[in-house]
């Protein structure tokens, strides 16, 4: 609350023993009444601002007395003067509350969120992970002197013959059922131990 709020005030605006008693929408004027009863009218659209006196005020329906007739047909208990109305209630007199928990509505609310911080979770672990090779170099155990070789890009049986110093069948002897026309970056193969001239 401001320091000067309560100068906005009925008390501190209008004129001693004068009190707002009404407001009209059609015409936009609020209605004032003085001490010995009579009724004065602001001006159009303010809220306070130079009076004029009215012989009368404009009639105003009480619309709750007419609601009110019409929730007693129904059986509906009415309204009291401040506007509560009392929660609905069953035969036995026992109030329908109006969410049967709220316990679980909490989580209702947060649940998107930790699904979504689940699934990045979930998608940063695969991208830690898959920056290592799918397919790890296959582990072979050669035989006797024969040393263990992975295939790379532009590798063929010949080529390998030639930097060991042997031959082709040489190759296959050591690696039973070795296709030379499809080898594979990465595959394990045996290969017999270089040659020296």
Partial sequence: MGRWTQYDEDSHR???GMKRVGYDSDTGRYQFRDADGSLWEGPQGAEF??????????VAIDDRAQDDD???????????PDGYRPLATDVNGATFPRHTSRTDSAYRVILPFFLIVAVVLL???????SSTPANPPESIHCSGTNEPYYIIR???????SQTRGCTVQDILDVNQGLNCEALVVGQ??????????
């Fill in 188 to 197: 394990a193969v045996c290969l017999p131990p270089p040659h020296r001239a």
């Fill in 14 to 16: 209008l004129p001693e």
């Fill in 154 to 160: 532009g590798d063929t049986c010949w080529a390998l």
């Fill in 123 to 129: 998608l940063v672990f695969r991208l830690v992970h």
């Fill in 49 to 58: 601002g130079e009076m004029r006196r009215v012989g009368s005020a404009p």
């Fill in 70 to 80: 019409e929730e007693a047909e129904i059986g509906v208990a009415s309204t009291r």
